[in-house]
């Protein structure tokens, strides 16, 4: 096999110098067709027109693959040429590859020639294997749009050319690890080079760690995870990304940091990624290499301030939803301007009072209008557990058929229902009708399809969240309606205190209580007449007896849950995603359990996740109970939780627990321990591993996403690709360390906390910090594809100046190839 002569290095000074010399312009010219009568700079891309010929003769496609090297020819060099000779030849590509190998860097200044290849492979070793001269030839043949698929070591081929480095994608900080089995992550399902492969991918190879991670300037198909093996120095971190694409320079472009063993093009798996990349490269396929690119998204605020002394465009932050003509509503919860009085005096008639708006944006005239507003509980303002609370309105969700018959579900808490001598109030969940001309709320079309007490003596937790699923049934997420305080951060399990009788710091009370609407999922069936009916299947229903007279609701579909803010359902399966806000513990105890989890779960059916029993991957907390509860008891059992609280009024066995599929604490993502015999976690700060190090805590508020669902039908131009169909938006309210992520969840394990499979952040795309969405509230794709974020805003319990509604629009374009420039396979 004919080898490429070895080249003494240059400067990159002097190679520039040299490059910018030559007279390239009779290279590009050549592989478009035409005879330049004097010399000219590249064409840009913009004004190349494709014209790489496919070769005649039946066979369609001619794929180069270059494995010269500067340094030592690799050993793997045969293996590849081989796999991808036999690519041609064999599977979904048969007849279609016709392959040519050569060291010789000579191929790239004959024009004639080099303009016959479809895609170029450079199988490289490292090291500067092209003359100034060569170098150009291939700069030309990418802008007149020639593919380009780079393996392993290609990636340290041409160190001086900052060209190259963008053609590459990004460089090695040095040699790879040794030869070592990881799992590779595979994000991208729908590209040729990924679509066929497992979601987690595990397979042995020589690891590289990038100088400069290159995400969010390629688009990443892959994944390696780096827990799964060990890196050698400057590993890049939970964000490792392996294989890329990119439109780069009028071309395509294909990088995988795989290869780097002669074995590796045995494997199956590996021949079809590479098959799949050089399906793009050489046009037989399109694909979309732009969807995780950055600068492909725009993010814009589109409500204003409000006017001083009033919300006229948005009150407190705390839910939307899109109807199907593309408007926007969104609620705020009853925190007025910074102006209003806010009461406080349990003695006054007014302690509480504030009012809940319903806005309405427009993407047309880009104008906001105020539907309606309720009188609501729950303007108390800040300060400590016994003052602020956090009633009021608090979630919003549109009817099926909102189109026809305008009507619309809220979930709040009425001032009128509130009873101060007690300190409890009522809960409820109305449907009303809105002019669906006129926009406006009809605030007498109201029908009560359910209501439930609530204690407010003591904050938190009110939960909000409403969403529907494909069989007209509305799923309602109630918060545990518990304390924070008085159990050190961690189990809300404290029988005392209680006011008239009512514990306010026990979850046992509610949250773990089976007959107790608060902390749960409810599901109902709203009817026409404005009544609901219970559907079959939930998670009791509502006869049980037993136990000495414990009692069930029958509303109950998932209990255990401590502050659910927000929920979705999958339009595709129907299934329910849901995220809660966990406890205040910083750091686990030995004593008492777990730190502070925020959870995240895919639920696909009925069940108990835990709280206040277990948090996580089943991680129990320690009983208390009287008559002293800073004593603790016995460890809960995750399989066989029981409520002994003296405060429960519903079953003592509860059905067992079911982990969650991801959960989060100050010191990372998905903390586990060590267990004893009776499966009970160590809790030892320093024997904590980290089972998802993508994401990590800090101030911690889940807050849950949508999945995201492609619509090809759509006309839209910025609707998000559809290389995110499927993928679960999982987000906190605060932006620092902590995750606004698209996770993959494998359908075989979620519903039972399988963990996620890959994960990326949205962090530049849905951007964080100053002038950014600090504190993401909620969030919901519209009908044209596009996505709408609520910032809450930087106070509490008030809106202020960066309380808005904003948009996040896709202006990356469709896939590349254009159908017009594929290659068609020949007769």
Known sequence: MQRAPRHRSRSPRSRRAMAAGLVAGTMAASLLGGTPATAKPYPEPASTTLSLPSPPGGEDVKVLVFHASATEESPVVNAGIEAIESIGLSGPSAGR?????TANGSVFTNADKLGTYNAIVFLTGGGDVLDPEQEAGLEAYVKAGGGFLGIHEAARTEPYSDWFTGLIGARPTGAPSTVQRATVEVGDRIHPATKSLPQEWKRPDKWFNWADNPTGKVHTVARVRENTYKPVTGANGAD?????????????????????TADAYAETDFRDHLRGALQWTTRISAAD???????????ERVTQPNQPGEQDQIGEPHGLVTAPDGRVLYIGRGGGDNSDPVVTDWNDPDVGKGTGQIHVYDPLTKKVTLAGALTIFGNKGGGDELVKVEEGLLGIELDPAFQSNGWIYLHYTPHSGLDRDKRIAERRVSRFTLNRTTYKLDLASEKVLLKWPVQVHSCCHAGGGMAFDSKGDLYIATGDNNSSQFSDGYSGNNPQPAYKGVSFADARRTAGNTNNLNGKILRIHPEPDGTATLPEGNLFTGKEQAEGGGKTRGEIYVMGVRNPSRIS?????????AGWVGPDAGAPSTTWGPAKYESFSAITKPGNYGWPFCMGNNQPYRDRNLPDPTKPLGWYDCNAPKNESPNNNGLVNLPPVTPSNIWYSPQGGGPDFPRDANGVPSYQASQGTFLLPWLKGGGQAAMDGPVYRYDERSTSTEKWPAYWDGKWFVGDFYDADNPRHAVLTDPKTMAKGGLPTSAESLKKIIPVGQGGIRNLMDWKFAPDGSLYVLDYGRGFFTSDSQSALWRVTYKGGAPTPAAKDLVRKAD
């Open 97 to 101: 590859f016709k392959t040519e190998a």
């Open 240 to 260: 490792h990304p392996i294989s890329w694409c990119r439109d780069y320079d009028g071309g395509r472009s294909f990088y995988t940091g795989m290869g780097g």
């Open 289 to 299: 290499c732009k969807a995780t690119i950055d600068a492909n998204y725009k993010a």
């Open 569 to 577: 359902i999958d339009k595709k399966t129907d299934t329910l995603y």
